[in-house]
């Protein structure tokens, strides 16, 4: 089993910066992949970013060019550097891993989830 916990979440004004992280612990042999995905109220959730064990990147257009994804392998951590946050950012925000086990089995967790809420 993987857990997943989140951090970083809160309150900022539009314009302003958050750092999410996202550490994942457990029966882990490598995590292939890992992400960040949101949902706001109404709404379906969605992808803002995901990030290879090798550090490729990929993001929602909505977020380009003002969210950054990285990660520490050795700490099974991965961040989200949002900045020139909008009040459309406001969701929950969700990590994602999809983990190789010790017996080389894949299995996808999520976090518990964190509050994103930019003021305008």
């Known amino acids: 089993q993987v857990q997943l916990v989140e951090s970083g979440g809160g309150l900022v004004q539009a314009g302003g910066s958050l750092l999410l992280s996202c550490v994942a612990s457990?029966?882990?042999?490598?995590?292939?992949?890992m992400g960040w995905y949101r949902q706001a109220p109404g709404k379906q959730r969605e992808l803002v970013a995901t990030?290879?064990?090798?550090?490729?990147?990929n993001y929602a257009d909505s977020v380009k060019g003002r969210f950054t994804i990285s990660r520490d392998n050795a700490k099974n951590t991965v961040y989200l550097q949002m900045n020139s946050l909008k009040p459309e950012d406001t969701a929950v925000y969700y990590c994602?891993?999809?983990?190789?086990?010790?017996?080389?089995?894949?299995?996808?967790?999520w976090g518990q989830g964190t509050q994103v809420t930019v003021s305008s």
């Open positions: 990030i290879t064990s090798g550090g490729s990147t």
């Open positions: 457990g029966n882990i042999f490598r995590i292939p992949l």
């Open positions: 994602n891993t999809l983990v190789i086990d010790g017996r080389g089995s894949p299995a996808n967790y």
